[in-house]
């Protein structure tokens, strides 16, 4: 059940899909994370550098969130579903912060055998603050 | 005193790049996610999978940067010290799926420049188009990608 797979049939527009709950963050995933990506700006690495930049000390790569928020997707979904994924980050992430990822679907097309489902996304910190907001697209295959 | 950005790199075609998506590195990138969805992870599932081998998760372009050249080039052109830098926003389209051992053409051009002001004060947005080809010259995915600089 943990990898889904869900036909363009069993969608409901305006349903939420199963949340996704990241973290607490610790400074082996952003650093495991800048190894995995090729992003080594020091500013999600070193404490110092980070509060030097005004930035109030570390805090986590937009994409390990974009990643979280594919992820939310691709879990309820399935793997290789993903057609387009654009976000926004809205406000920063930072170590022990748990994130937790949603989605609710906004509409279904279906054209010749394409079957897509367009879904407003977004990540949340513990306090319920959006760090992360954008619209996916994901192509469903039908039971037809 | 805010510093000065060189907004003549608007339009900027970058010179295209090749990458070769390798089966470790999409592991190693869906590990650091703590993404362990076996179609990346394992090589069986993938082999039976319609793909025919493990996929990238969506975010994976993003690793496809240009080795040969130096990393930094966007924020040298533009002027500006890492420390200035935030991600702003980022879009993913995916035509198909990215699977081991495939070498794809990277093509980046700088779109747009604006300025807004925030609750930290004026900022520079910068947006970069990459778009990313397949041998025969066909569209396999584009990025989109808002670089913030806290002037």
Redesign the interface.
Known sequence: MRYGKVYVEDVQVGAEIPWLVKGPLAQIQLTRYAGASGDFNPIHQDDEFARAAGMGGVFAHGMLSMGFVAQVLTDWAGAGTVRRLGVRFAALVRLKDVVTCRGRVLAKTSKDDQHLVDLEVWAENQRGEKVVTGRATLALPSRG | MPIQIDRSVLGKEYAPYPVTVERG?IK??A?????L????LDDHVGAA???GDV?A???FP??F?DETAD?AALLRDLGVD??????????????R?LTPGETYLCRAKVVDIYDKTGR?GPMAFVVREIAVTDRTGEMVATM?QTTVI?L
Do not use: C, K, M
């Open positions: 590195r190693d990138f590990r650091a996610l703590g993404d969805n076996p179609f990346y999978s319609e793909w996929i998760p969506p975010s993003i690793t940067r990393s890492i420390s200035r830098v935030l991600h702003g926003e980022q879009e993913f389209e995916l035509f799926q930290s989109r806290r």
